[in-house]
């Protein structure tokens, strides 16, 4: 047998090497995440359907404060719930955007309570997709209003560019910067900024 016809190969985690030359391939890994659901990289990490929104999001490390901010405010086992709920969740930068010193503040045990209303402000009954965003914009002559968890309202309208755009009701506006990220309890739309609640008077 000539040389050039001897191949020296090793298999080891799913990469194969031909005569020092190195070949991945990601079959043996897309099939395996084919049996646990869809997978959709964001921001760097691989969110995979079958996983619930909090699982997901722990996975990237553009999300560490909405992570601390739910395990912070009590609200692990809401956002791990069956659902359905959709989720416009902020990343870091998102929070970033805040007034000098206000998550801080937020992230205080006496101030739980409001950074509870901050979040379930983020997220809405049933699983709403970003057509089910635009339907509703278009039947409502450019403006749509939904009902958050939190018993607040955020409205929608589609701006210059095609993005959606939410409205929180101090008027603070945050983009749908990426959107139908499947979740097994509902739907995840990234935006980067964080929506601000009015405060119910008690």
Same mark, same amino acid.
């Given at each position: 047998?000539?040389k050039w016809?001897?191949?020296?190969?090793?298999?080891?985690?799913?990469?194969i090497?031909?005569?020092?030359?190195? /070949? /991945? !391939?990601?079959?043996?890994?897309? *099939? /395996?995440r084919?049996?646990w659901g869809?997978?959709?990289?964001? &921001?760097?990490?691989?969110?995979v =359907?079958?996983?619930d929104? /909090? +699982?997901n999001?722990t996975?990237?490390k553009e999300y560490?404060?909405?992570?601390k901010?739910? +395990?912070?405010?009590?609200?692990?086992? *809401?956002f791990?719930?069956k659902?359905?709920?959709t989720?416009?969740?902020p990343t870091?930068?998102?929070f +970033?955007?805040?007034?000098?010193g206000?998550? &801080?503040?937020?992230?205080?045990p +006496?101030?739980k309570?409001?950074? =509870?209303?901050i979040?379930?402000?983020?997220a809405?009954?049933?699983?709403? !997709?970003a057509?089910?965003?635009?339907r509703?914009?278009? =039947?409502?002559?450019?403006?749509?209003?939904?009902?958050?968890?939190?018993?607040?309202t955020?409205?929608?309208?589609?701006?210059?560019?095609?993005?959606?755009?939410?409205i929180?009701?101090?008027?603070?506006? =945050?983009?749908?910067?990426?959107?139908?990220?499947?979740?097994?309890?509902?739907?995840?739309?990234?935006?980067?900024?964080?929506?601000i609640?009015?405060?119910?008077a008690?």
């Open positions: 047998m000539k016809m001897v191949l020296a190969f090793l298999v080891f985690n799913c990469t090497i031909f005569a020092q030359k190195t /070949v /991945v !391939t990601n079959t043996v890994i897309d *099939t /395996v084919a049996k869809k997978t959709k990289i964001v &921001d760097g990490a691989a969110m =359907s079958s996983n929104v /909090v +699982e999001i996975l990237s560490t404060v909405l992570v901010a739910i +395990e912070n405010a009590g609200l692990t086992d *809401t791990k719930s659902g359905p709920i989720i416009f969740a870091d930068l998102a +970033e955007k805040l007034p000098a206000k998550l &801080d503040t937020l992230l205080k +006496e101030h309570l409001d950074l =509870s209303l979040l379930t402000y983020h809405i009954a049933g699983r709403v !997709t057509k089910d965003i635009e509703k914009i278009n =039947s409502g002559n450019g403006l749509a209003t939904f009902t958050t968890i939190a018993g607040n955020i409205t929608a309208k589609i701006d210059g560019n095609r993005n959606i755009v939410l929180d009701e101090n008027g603070g506006e =945050s983009i749908i910067s990426k959107f139908d990220v499947q979740q097994s309890n509902g739907m995840l739309h990234v935006v980067n900024s964080v929506l609640p009015k405060t119910k008690i």
